[in-house]
């Protein structure tokens, strides 16, 4: 075991189970490693709500080969209770009023914001999120969806 793991399970208090769990999942790795590169080439090295909300839209061969995920990701923050985690105390009614839309009302625009926003707030969520590195496993098919965003965004 290095001096790292030891702290993070000392830090952490967790056994080493749960930290062999933890780091297993390299997905969140996976998401800063890419955010990094993400963040530098999508939108000159700043993110932040005003850079997503001017972003130009995607072309729509680019929505297209990521339509499932903004579906998916729509759909789940019908849910009031998964949107309020998501955005944590920085709600924007830009991407609220997104959401009380239909879905197929949505123009190419409104799509780019919105896949970008969400990818921006779990971002923001791993890095400054109160809910901790244990719940990122919670959020293992999210992060992932997000990590393919990230591929798909940056390799067109």
């Known amino acids: 075991m290095t001096e790292l793991e030891a702290f993070i399970i000392k830090y952490l208090d967790i056994d080493k189970s749960k930290y062999k769990d933890l780091k297993k999942n390299t997905f969140v790795y996976d998401f800063l490693f890419l955010w990094s590169l993400f963040e530098q080439n999508v939108f000159k090295g700043f993110c932040k709500i005003q850079t997503i909300i001017e972003k130009k839209e995607l072309n729509e061969k680019v929505l297209e080969n990521i339509e499932e995920d903004i579906k998916y990701f729509f759909n789940r923050y019908q849910n009031k209770k998964y ?55 919670k959020y293992n098919e999210q992060i992932e969806k997000c990590v393919k965003i990230m591929i798909r965004l940056l390799d067109n």
């Open 83 to 137: 949107y309020k985690n998501l955005v944590w105390n920085n709600s924007n009614q830009y991407f609220e009023n997104i959401l009380n839309k239909n879905y197929e009302n949505l123009s190419h625009t409104e799509k780019t914001h919105f896949i970008l926003f969400v990818v921006f707030r779990f971002r923001n969520n791993i890095f400054h999120g109160n809910k901790g590195i244990q719940s990122w496993l």
